[in-house]
């Protein structure tokens, strides 16, 4: 994260000058900080980690996260959204990856409950650091963005999601009622994720129209879902305390 800090510092010379300009531009923006701690978590599985053992390296994380957002609340920062995790279970690369034979580790989502644990626990703490931090700088109003509980929503009630909220120049015929875990681009497999074909490479395939999956190569939301859950934050209900709302 000190080298995205840093690239910060040198972006900041191409909009402002002086501590003082700096801190009034900064002042009246609004920073996304994050999504941080799912790559760092899915690569500790890749390693061999347990999820027990991950979850030992989540107070890490976010003790990390925390400082980085200090250092920017010390400059002026006065709008801060920190977003949480996506349920790690529900992920295709994760889903086939550590699949199991027992029904009884799955939801009624199809996602891996012990693998869901991850996020839930990441959140967690993220959640009381944001407590935290909202207690040190009171003038400042630091959210905490919501992605686990959208992407939930969007599994539990696909085919309610018919109209796009934002621009398109393509119809949404909804979220697939069948298959709502499987992948739009990718080469193949239950969830069509496969770790020696993945999107973008020769020969991986994405489906006609994404506008009807969830998940696009395995690891990442499509722009179809990225949007319900960006409108869900413009409303404030995803977000908390609510830091946009439309005008």
Known sequence: MSVQLGWFEELKSSYCKTIES??????????LFGEFGGNDYNF???????????????PTVI??????????????VMHMVLPGNIPTGCV????????????????????L???????TSHNTLLREAIVQLQEKYPRARISYGDYYEPVIQLLQNREKFTELPMNFDTE?????SEEPLRVCCGGGGPYNYNMSLVCGQPGA?????????????GIHLTEAAYNYIAIDWLNGRSVSPPTLRPT
Request: glycine share 8%; with cysteine; charged share 20%.
């Open 205 to 217: 395939i994405a489906c006609e129209n994404p506008m009807s999956s969830i998940n696009w190569d």
């Open 113 to 119: 409950k012990e693998y869901n644990s991850i996020g």
């Open 63 to 76: 003790d990390t996260i925390k400082l980085a957002a200090e250092s920017l609340l010390k400059q002026g």
């Open 44 to 58: 500790l599985l890749l390693a061999g980690k347990t999820i027990e053992e991950v979850k030992l390296y989540v």
């Open 92 to 111: 295709p690369i994760v889903l086939t990856m550590y699949g199991s034979t027992n029904n009884q580790d799955y939801d009624n989502l199809g996602c």
């Open 22 to 31: 700096c801190k009034e531009y900064m002042g009246k923006s609004l920073f």
């Open 172 to 176: 949404c015929p909804g979220f697939s």
